[in-house]
């Protein structure tokens, strides 16, 4: 018997271009994700009253938001009457 240690060519192919094309995409992936700005997490106040004297037409709104921080803050109330501001 004679050994034969010519080539065979069993299909399978080094993945090395494939993995470093992946990891070139995720590398990209997460460099384009810590640049995008990160969402705002907010929560609604806890209570609105609402309070409107007939006699002066003025509408009272008391907001409560109880929160630990200085920073995190009510910025703004819109009051609709039907489309108008």
Known sequence: ???HTGSIDSG???SSGITSR???ALIFLLLTLAVLPAPILAHFPAEVKLEYTV???TLSATVTHL???PDHYVKRIEIRKNADM
Do not use: L
């Open 1 to 3: 018997m004679s050994d």
């Open 12 to 14: 399978y192919r080094h």
């Open 22 to 24: 992946a990891s070139a």
């Open 55 to 57: 006699a002066e037409q």
């Open 67 to 69: 929160v630990s921080t």
